[in-house]
């Protein structure tokens, strides 16, 4: 399992380009940005002193991660307002996508068992040690939290 698991990781990696790249919260911040204005939400950021002590694998991670959660906000939530919420604890970093659209519907897993962008969300931060968690209330949004490890 770790074997596999590493072989996928350096697969990943191999794949992306490192270049370039802006800190954590500067990276999901423009993100936001980006989106909110293609989907024309109200939009809201925080980021917390100190949560940019990520490694670049697990950067890369979360930002493909929230790109896909702000991309199924635009194209399932029908939201208003989106946030993006970086905290910072002890050995981690918390990362909360939260829309206030129209939830998910009853039969699609937020354990990502189904539909493929949901089960790849969980895949690639399993993959850099963290977590992914998908809360909804029908009629009332969704949100996504995410936590990877920080720099020891
Ligand atoms: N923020 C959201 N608000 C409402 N429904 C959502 C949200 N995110 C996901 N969904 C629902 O969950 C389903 C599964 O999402 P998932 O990203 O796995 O697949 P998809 O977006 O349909 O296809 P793709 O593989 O292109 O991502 C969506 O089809 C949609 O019904
Ligand atoms: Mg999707």
């Known amino acids: 399992m770790a074997a596999a698991r590493d072989?996928?990781?350096a697969l990943i990696l191999d794949l992306d380009t490192m270049t370039g790249h802006?800190?954590?919260?500067n990276a999901?911040?423009?993100l936001l940005d980006t989106n909110s204005t293609m989907a024309a939400w109200?939009?809201?950021?925080?980021?917390?002193?100190?949560v940019d002590d990520v490694n670049e694998e697990a950067q890369l991670t979360i930002e493909r991660v929230v790109q896909e959660a702000l991309a199924n906000a635009r194209q399932h939530a029908?939201?208003?307002?989106v946030q993006v919420r970086l905290t910072r604890s002890d050995g981690l970093v918390t990362v909360v996508v939260a829309d206030d659209g129209v939830g998910l519907p009853a039969e699609v897993s937020t354990a990502g068992t189904g539909h493929g962008g949901i089960r790849a969300m969980h895949e690639r931060i399993w993959l850099v040690g963290g977590t992914l968690h998908i809360e909804s209330d029908p009629g009332?949004?969704?949100r996504?939290?995410?936590?990877?490890?920080?720099?020891a």
């Open 7 to 9: 072989e996928l990781r």
């Open 22 to 25: 802006a800190v954590l919260s």
């Open 28 to 30: 999901l911040r423009s």
């Open 42 to 50: 109200q939009s809201s950021f925080h980021a917390d002193d100190g």
């Open 78 to 81: 029908e939201a208003s307002t």
């Open 140 to 142: 009332r949004g969704t």
């Open 144 to 151: 996504v939290v995410i936590t990877a490890p920080r720099h």
